[in-house]
């Protein structure tokens, strides 16, 4: 019963700060986007669907690079600097969005952290400025024509003066012409201040905007919570299987374009269900984290690493080789790894109230079914299910066993 209770609340937390995040994404009145460290996309606001002309395109998952194949090197290269970890403040910048139109944004990127420190990706936030161009643009376009026109008067008076006949009434056209000029110039000068209390409009709702950017800046730290939630298990930092669905999706994709294997591995714990009975849920987790990092050890920077639930691990061992057979014995060699490095003793040190820290000593192994694939031969459902089935081939073997899905033998 508690551990029912345990996981309706674990459900309801994340339940919450995914309507958090979705209210703050709705309403906010800048452009926010969140990209991981390929810059695909795994969240946006309503504002930057809207600014950036995407409509209703389905656009989480897919690189930005990708969206906008002639992005400037410049961009690319602020990308990287903020993944090194700077936070580039902002600026000004011409963009040129899908439907062809031209749009000025002032921006600012800064990183995003992963729990145990590394950055995951980045946030950009943008806001709309193209009207306070416009107005810039046009007060500078009326002062080059007020500038035209005094030329004109000077260039007229000297002709009048120049010539000698008819002097009384070319004064008098210059004068009614010069008051027309004159007229001209007020409703100019008109405009020209129409055009600063527009631009003094802007910058006063830019001000209110940067207000709240600031309320935004305190509920950041917020927003990175939930998407913790939402995408990674809450006990081992690994990703959960929402993630882990979309890092297999985005293997299928490169593994199309490369033409290489990618492989997928699913471990099962033994004897843990006994070690949870006998010393309590404490020292199962102490296992499980444990558990996890060994198995991060093992793999490569590429691959992902994620908890399936319960003493369940699922390992994406991503672009291996061209070559099957080269590829079997790839994800033979880290299975391996990986079985060895979990056989090996546990000492878990639990906390006891009032009293000293106490050591238990634990013996497992794993259990571990691997399934190769490449392209789109198969769906993401039926390489996860032949994992599975593999999984369990191992342990009907009597446990402690590595086993490839039939096909692949």
């Not at 961009?75 to 011409?94: F, N, Q, S, Y």
């Not at 031209?102 to 921006?107: A, D, H, S, Y």
């Not at 004159?182 to 709702?205: G, P, T």
Request: net charge negative.
């Amino acid at each position: 019963m508690t551990e029912i209770n345990e996981s309706l609340q674990e459900h309801e937390s994340l339940r919450s700060s995914e309507e958090i995040l979705r209210l703050l994404l709705e309403h906010a009145p800048s452009s926010i986007a969140m990209f991981d460290r390929e810059m695909r996309y795994l969240t946006v606001s309503r504002r930057w669907m809207e600014d950036f002309s995407f409509g209703d395109k389905d656009i989480i998952g897919v690189s930005h690079y990708e969206l906008f194949p002639e992005i400037p090197e410049g961009w690319k290269k602020v990308h990287r600097r903020c993944l090194a970890g700077e936070t580039i403040r902002a600026d000004e910048d011409r963009f040129e969005r899908i439907d062809g139109t031209i749009q000025w944004l002032r921006w600012e990127v800064l990183p995003w952290h992963l729990s145990d420190g590394a950055i995951g990706g980045i946030i950009i936030f943008s806001e709309d400025i193209t009207r306070y161009k416009q107005a810039e643009f046009e007060i500078r376009q009326l002062n080059v024509v007020l500038e035209q026109r005094e030329a004109e008067l000077v260039i007229a008076n000297k002709e009048l003066v120049f010539q000698s006949g008819e002097k009384g009434k070319r004064a008098a056209e210059l004068v009614i012409a010069n008051v027309e000029l004159a007229h001209q110039a007020d409703e100019k000068a008109n405009r020209a201040a129409e055009l600063v209390i527009a631009n003094e409009e802007l910058v006063y709702q830019s001000d209110e905007k940067a207000k709240r950017a600031e309320e935004f800046q305190d509920v950041k730290e917020e927003a990175e919570s939930a998407r913790e939630l939402a995408f990674y298990d809450a006990l081992t930092s690994l990703p959960n299987r929402r993630l882990l669905n979309d890092r297999l999706t985005q293997a299928m994709l490169a593994s199309k374009r490369s033409g290489c294997y990618s492989a997928l591995l699913f471990l099962d714990l033994d004897n843990f269900k006994p070690l949870n009975d006998k010393h309590g849920h404490g020292v199962g987790d102490l296992l499980l984290i444990e558990a996890a990092n060994r198995i991060k050890s093992c793999v490569r920077e590429i691959d992902t690493v994620a908890r399936f639930g319960g003493d369940e691990f699922v390992v994406l061992l991503s672009e291996l080789n061209t070559d099957k057979a080269e590829s079997i014995s790839d994800a033979s060699i880290i299975s391996e790894k990986i079985h060895t490095s979990l056989s090996e003793p546990y000492f878990l040190t639990r906390g006891n109230e009032g009293k000293a820290d106490s050591t238990i000593e634990h013996h497992s192994t794993a259990s571990i079914g691997v399934v190769l694939f490449i392209n789109h031969e198969v769906s993401l459902s039926t390489i996860l299910k032949h994992a599975d089935s593999a999984m369990y081939k191992a342990k009907e073997a009597g446990r402690n066993q590595i086993r490839f899905y039939e096909e692949h033998l």
